[in-house]
């Protein structure tokens, strides 16, 4: 029996609507074949019925298959009825591993739209030997956590004609008219990812067995022992970005620099705050949320109390798509390099970097509208264009796999917007 395109499993849950929706509105332009998966029969004729209504389309032929996370033999049914497996279902530290294996085994390929480094590092560890074997990808943050990071570093660096040294990405986010908020679920990975955070060293020690060479010019440390710093140059209050882009952008480099025999940038990547008083809120907010997470009475009252401890930002009721609607997000890349291409991945100049480029990527609401269209672009050329990929399978992240493919296209066609500011290397260079 020939598999279907794509599962989206989740599907009734708060992002697995939005990628749904999305998958609706395109599947026949481009000839997918589809189904949605998840716990309750109930629950995802909700959403298809919803669906259907909302955008006058007949779904009432998109196949429901019935998974219970708990039940492996009804997982591995999922797994063997697609050729990609869109994954909705979190916290992933707690619901993500069986899947990821029951995808290998099955030889499924495997998105997710993770922000949790301890378990997007822990599956590389686990899994990625045995997905190369299979000639599976598994590639995880791929929503807005962290596609939007790592391909603008990629778009920063192939449009920066010599060598970069180094890039920092500054995060802001436009609400508009409308109140900052955010889904419970969101909210519940954040406490148990910070949680987990604890086990990095080891995991990492585990996969970078090989270091990467130390830069000469070392990116120096912005922040200042309270955690901030005032960038003049944007008018704004910056912190560091405590989210998986740091993560996933550093193995995106440790792939670079191990398989494509490239020389690997630094990256740090912050968010920015409009004044000195929200900065001062967000560092007391950030000390009380990193203390109680460590603990698991602290992650009880969190959880409990996730309101009181967001600020009322997190809620358990679901925002219409029309709510959404004008709220955005920007990304604004600082890249700094050197006059010259250098010779190998292992070369270092022996001037100061001094040429810049400065990118930006924007995009629509950023947690579940750009969230959705991203994943689904990312498995829609996942499946088209995998032989674009350096690899034949294995763990990757979304630069590792997506840097020679036609994503970013897609994304600037789908709402996102791509832009050279600044680029001193093609300035210098026609002088």
């Not at 029951?102 to 997905?131: M, W």
């Amino acid at each position: 029996m020939s598999r279907l395109d794509i599962v989206i499993f989740g599907a009734s849950g708060y992002t697995g609507k939005f990628v749904v929706r999305e998958l609706a509105q395109v599947s026949n332009r481009e000839n997918l074949t589809w189904a949605i998966a998840g716990r309750s029969k109930q629950k995802l004729d909700q959403v298809l019925n919803s669906l259907s209504t909302e955008l006058g389309i007949d779904l009432s032929h998109i196949e429901k298959i019935i998974v219970d996370i708990n039940d492996e033999q009804s997982v591995t049914i999922m797994c063997q009825k697609t050729r990609l497996l869109i994954n909705c279902v979190g916290p992933y530290r707690f619901f993500g591993e069986q899947v990821v294996q029951k995808c290998v085994e099955n030889k499924t390929h495997h998105l997710d739209v993770s922000g949790e480094p301890e378990y997007l590092e822990r599956i590389q560890l686990k899994f990625d030997e045995k997905a190369l074997e299979n000639q599976v990808f598994v590639i995880g943050s791929c929503g807005f956590d962290s596609v939007p990071a790592d391909l603008g570093v990629i778009f920063t660096q192939e449009n920066f004609q010599n060598d970069l040294n180094s890039v920092e990405s500054f995060l802001t986010f436009n609400f508009g008219n409308k109140s900052a908020s955010f889904n419970y679920a969101t909210w519940e990975s954040a406490v148990y990812g910070f949680a987990s955070s604890k086990h990095l060293g080891d995991i990492r020690r585990q996969i970078f067995k090989t270091r990467l060479p130390k830069p000469k010019f070392k990116l120096p440390l912005r922040t200042n022992k309270f955690g901030y710093f005032y960038d003049n140059d944007l008018d704004k209050y910056c912190m560091d970005f405590m989210g998986s882009d740091k993560s996933v952008v550093q193995r995106t480099q440790y792939f670079n620099y191990n398989v494509l025999n490239q020389r690997p940038i630094q990256y740090r990547p912050y968010f920015t705050i409009s004044n000195a008083f929200y900065t001062f809120v967000t560092i007391l907010w950030g000390l009380s949320f990193s203390l109680l997470a460590k603990y698991k009475f602290g992650r009880s009252l969190l959880l409990k109390y996730y309101r009181f401890f967001s600020f009322g930002l997190a809620s358990k009721k679901e925002t219409t798509i029309d709510q959404m609607k004008g709220i955005s997000f920007k990304m604004l890349f600082k890249g700094i390099g050197f006059g010259q291409k250098l010779d190998n991945r292992e070369s270092e100049s022996d001037c100061q970097p001094d040429q810049y480029i400065i990118t930006e990527l924007s995009g629509q609401e950023p947690g579940y509208v750009s969230t959705s269209k991203i994943v689904l672009n990312c498995a829609i050329v996942l499946l088209s264009e995998s032989d674009k990929i350096k690899i034949n399978g294995g763990v990757l992240t979304p630069g590792a796999a997506f840097r020679n493919t036609s994503l970013i296209d897609r994304l600037k066609s789908d709402g996102f917007d791509f832009k050279i500011i600044r680029n001193d290397s093609i300035a210098k260079s026609n002088l």
